[in-house]
């Protein structure tokens, strides 16, 4: 099968023949219809420094898909061929302490599809049954294709109560331009995101930000006494992995503020502890999505209206990758689907 994959230690992916992934009696095959491509495909691609210690080559790279099962193994009885199915990239030990209690995101023991073990930009994957997520019918599938990073977002924005809250995003990534539809949809009041590029801060009105500040022309005291907020904001959601705009969010939260931290900050990555101290803040770590349940939100909120298609800025087929990679390097991009199918 045809497949992307890192060949050799150095920048760049490889379009190249592959065997097909064999199953083994508790496994599900898919074929792959759409691929998306992530931050971390990134990384792995330019073969930064995470990259070189955490990627064996070769590998077959990639985890945001959707497909179709199209055979399983001898002991899966709830999965079917037919069946258009995203898989949860994080592969978990299940025999943990918090595997057991059901707190699968919680397994310290998790291996990555496309990270650790063969990944999705590929015509055929095979995950293990407990990692298939089951799409409603009649999902569009460039949208089903985004679930992984969809799922970052939900986990991220549904920590906390949002109906009728001040809402702060910093970073309009496409994650934080999600995150700022999920807010929406779920009725917080303001929600005000912030970044550097204009383009990513007009992909996040559209997405469903009620304010948008590009922190280099403005700042966000401003932003507060122009809306008539007198405390601060009360739910953050970090999603810029920039150490300025974390501290920015910090000054800028009322008492008692929650935040939720998702952006991966660099190392050493300092912040004004006093505030967090003296203004009560409660801060809490983000990983990957909860198993099932961000999933399970997920579909009910597609279903019931919820549109992130416009965080998809291009698509093309698996073939033209190349650009897809070049585009996403450029800044240019939010979201790139790959067609595996043409
Ligand atoms: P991204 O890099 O596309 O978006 C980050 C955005 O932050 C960019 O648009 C950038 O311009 C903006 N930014 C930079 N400096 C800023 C500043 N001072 N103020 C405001 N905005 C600023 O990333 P993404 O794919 O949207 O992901 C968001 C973050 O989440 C990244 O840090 C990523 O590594 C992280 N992530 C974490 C997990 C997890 O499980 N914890 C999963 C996926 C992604
Ligand atoms: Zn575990």
């Keep these: 099968m045809k497949a992307l994959v890192k060949k050799e230690a150095a920048p760049g992916l490889w379009l190249d023949e592959v065997p097909e992934p064999s199953i083994g009696i508790n496994d599900v095959l898919i074929k792959v219809k759409r691929t998306a491509i992530c931050g971390t495909d990134m990384h792995i691609y330019n073969w930064d420094a995470w990259a070189q210690k955490t990627i064996p080559v070769p590998m077959v790279v990639g985890h945001e898909f959707v497909g179709e099962i199209v055979h399983v193994g001898s002991n899966v009885n709830d999965f079917k061929p037919g069946q ?3 898989g949860e990239g994080h592969v978990v030990c299940g025999r943990c302490r918090n595997c057991l209690a059901g ?3 919680l397994c310290a ?3 990555g599809i ?3 073990r ?3 930009f590929a015509e055929y994957v095979s995950l293990p049954m407990s990692n298939v997520w089951e799409h409603n019918p009649g999902i569009d599938l460039d949208v089903a294709a985004l ?3 969809f799922g970052n977002a939900v986990h991220t924005a549904l920590q906390y109560d949002l109906l009728g809250e001040d809402v702060l995003i910093t970073g309009a990534g496409p994650i934080g331009a999600m995150a700022a539809a999920v807010c929406k949809h779920a009725g917080a009041r303001h929600i005000v995101v912030t970044d550097l590029i204009d383009a990513r801060l007009e992909r996040a009105a559209e997405l469903g930000a009620t304010r948008t500040v590009n922190v280099g022309r403005e700042t966000l005291a401003e932003v507060q006494r122009e809306l008539g907020m007198e405390e601060g904001f009360d739910v953050g959601l970090e999603m810029s992995g920039n150490g300025r705009a974390f501290n920015d969010m910090l000054a800028n939260m009322c008492h008692g503020g929650k935040i939720a ?5 660099g190392e050493n990555t300092a912040i004004d502890w006093n505030t967090v101290i003296f203004n009560m803040l409660t801060l809490k770590g983000i990983y990957g999505r909860e198993m099932y349940e961000t999933w399970y939100k997920m579909s009910v909120m597609i ?3 919820l549109d992130i298609s416009p965080v998809i800025t291009h698509r093309m087929s698996y073939r033209d990758f190349q650009k897809g990679f070049d585009v996403m390097n450029a800044g240019e991009a939010s979201k790139v689907i790959l067609d595996w199918e043409n």
């Design 84 to 86: 258009i199915v995203s």
């Design 103 to 105: 707190r699968r995101h």
């Design 109 to 111: 023991h998790t291996s």
């Design 114 to 116: 496309g990270v650790n």
């Design 118 to 120: 063969p990944g999705a």
């Design 147 to 149: 679930f992984d990073p």
């Design 261 to 265: 931290i998702l952006g991966i900050p």
């Design 303 to 305: 279903d019931s209206g």
